[in-house]
């Protein structure tokens, strides 16, 4: 395995002393110190990164980053840099001489230590940010603020302590915040509603405290939303997620969430899963406006009146978790009807009536029922009683055209969501169009540095290593 510091010391000494060329002189021809000199100039004096990201690499990070003044792109994403411990991360001081730093990515590495104070220093013209998956400690600083052009960051899986800083809300080019599974406390900072581009916003697994901010429906672009897992409370603020028209995940389960849900509690005609498990939600179950819905978990929660019929019309259900609530009156005939649900679970409710026979209630392993009042018919695998002929089957009347045109509506926004990440990928490659010149790949004890011109001088690096060794 490549030393990774050993690697940088040679390179950096090959880029910033006249040595190399000497090297360079005495194991290559002409060509070689040509092509050698001009991936110096490079990453020197034009837009240049460093990427040895996937590989096996282990060692330090250097701290002498500092002298590549050009350096744009650092990116050691899943390697096996660091101790875990103290230090790791102190190249990030090094970093504050790269003034034109766009792209800084250390995910799934074992970088320890505190969460360097210096990430105030960073460039300001840093859009990305990825430190997830590593072992930081530390608290996340006011003065990441600093970064004001950041749009996508990342520090998930990680050992964060204390209160996401209110500065925040001074990111406002932020898109994507992933602040999952760490061990941050105190309230979700209500500045968040100042990032009105956040299209994801992850903050599960952590111990937030308190509700969530109102400012939040400022966030109108927001497509994927967790905030599972936490120990958030009260009431949902009005409005909050029924502002979200693109909103296509939402989870809010396993918190002491509480209230009842308003009708227009989700507008999005996007939404693919809903989940809302195991919070303290009562009052009627909520409208779903999406035909797009796959996922629907509302168990372990105090809802009570009946199961909507209109949940006969969510043609895409698949998984569909009602269990453990006060839920009432006939399980809707309509629930047969749909032709992808493969898994309906209705148990610890107060239901009663007729069990139908077709679709999901055909398959014993599928459909859950256990612990309900009065229920009778189905299938007979069910073992239950037949039902006295008073039951009333009940079936609404489809409203085919109220059908079409929310198919209608909802292709128009699959389109434009279509049509926004497209828009969205395309900025990202334009964005990242200066991308690395210089690729490193380690195999074994070799480094290999790929890509048309350096292919060239592959031999001469790998001699120069050799040579030092
Ligand atoms: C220079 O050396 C490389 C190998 O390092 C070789 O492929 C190339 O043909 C040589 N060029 C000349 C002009 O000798
Ligand atoms: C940054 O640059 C200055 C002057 O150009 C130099 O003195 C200093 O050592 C550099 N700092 C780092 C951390 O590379
Ligand atoms: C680093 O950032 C902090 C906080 O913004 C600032 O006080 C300090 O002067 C900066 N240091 C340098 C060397 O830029
Ligand atoms: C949350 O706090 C509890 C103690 O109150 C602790 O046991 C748990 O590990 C914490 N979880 C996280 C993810 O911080
Ligand atoms: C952020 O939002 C708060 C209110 O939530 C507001 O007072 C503040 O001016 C906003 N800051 C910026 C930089 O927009
Ligand atoms: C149905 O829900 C009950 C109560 O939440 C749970 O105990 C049971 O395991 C669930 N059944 C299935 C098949 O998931
Ligand atoms: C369940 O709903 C019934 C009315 O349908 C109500 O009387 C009862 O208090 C509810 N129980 C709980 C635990 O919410
Ligand atoms: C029956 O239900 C199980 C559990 O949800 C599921 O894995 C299986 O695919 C279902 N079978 C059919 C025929 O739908």
């Not at 990032?195 to 966030?219: E, V």
Request: a neutral charge; one cysteine or more.
């Amino acid at each position: 395995m490549i030393n990774f510091l050993l690697c940088f010391a040679l390179l950096i000494t090959l880029l910033s002393s006249a040595l190399p060329f000497k090297l360079a002189l005495a194991l290559g021809n002409e060509t070689d110190r040509l092509a050698l000199l001009a991936l110096k100039d490079e990453l020197l004096l034009g837009g240049s990164g460093i990427d040895i990201s996937r590989n096996s690499i282990s060692g330090s990070v250097p701290n002498n980053l500092g002298n590549l003044k050009n350096l744009r792109l650092l990116n050691i994403e899943v390697n096996q840099l660091g101790s875990g411990k103290e230090g790791d991360v102190e190249f990030f001081s090094s970093l504050r001489n790269c003034s034109m730093l766009s792209v800084l990515s250390m995910h799934m590495n074992n970088l320890g230590g505190v969460f360097p104070d210096s990430v105030a220093n960073l460039s300001a013209q840093l859009y990305e940010l990825r430190m997830g998956f590593n072992q930081i400690t530390g608290s996340i600083t006011q003065g990441i603020s600093n970064l004001v052009n950041l749009y996508l960051m990342s520090l998930s899986e990680n050992f964060l302590v204390g209160e996401i800083p209110s500065s925040i809300g001074k990111l406002q080019s932020l898109e994507g915040l992933w602040l999952y599974s760490n061990f941050l406390t105190g309230e979700i900072p209500s500045t968040i509603g100042n990032l009105t581009r956040l299209y994801a916003l992850s903050l599960h697994t952590n111990n937030f405290t308190g509700g969530i901010p109102p400012t939040l429906q400022n966030c109108q672009n927001m497509r994927t939303l967790s905030f599972s897992d936490n120990k958030l409370s009260s009431p949902i603020p009005n409005q909050v997620f029924g502002a979200f028209p693109s909103l296509i995940i939402l989870d809010l389960s396993y918190n002491s969430l509480t209230g009842a849900l308003p009708s227009d509690f989700t507008t999005s005609k996007n939404l693919i899963e809903l989940t809302i498990n195991d919070n303290n939600f009562f009052g009627e179950i909520p409208m779903i406006q999406s035909l797009e819905i796959e996922v629907l978990k509302m168990q372990g929660n105090s809802f009570q009146g009946t199961i909507p019929q209109s949940f006969g019309s969510l043609r895409s259900l698949k998984f569909v978790d009602l269990s453990s609530n006060n839920l009432s009156g006939i399980i809707p005939p309509q629930l047969e009807k749909l032709p992808l649900l493969v898994s309906l679970n209705l148990s610890f409710n107060q239901l009663d009536g007729e069990v139908p026979k077709e679709g999901v209630f055909k398959n014993v392993s599928g459909f859950s029922f256990m612990g309900n009042r009065q229920l009778c018919g189905g299938i007979s695998e069910l073992g239950l009683p037949k039902c006295s002929n008073k039951e009333a089957k009940g079936k609404g009347k489809v409203l085919s055209t109220k059908i079409i045109i929310a198919m209608v509506i909802s292709i128009f926004f699959a389109f434009l969501l279509a049509v926004t990440i497209v828009f969205l990928s395309w900025r990202r490659k334009s964005k990242r169009a200066f991308l690395p010149v210089a690729l490193f790949e380690s195999s074994g004890d070799r480094m290999r540095i790929k890509d048309a011109i350096i292919e060239l001088h592959a031999t001469k690096a790998r001699l120069v290593l050799d040579w030092d060794l």
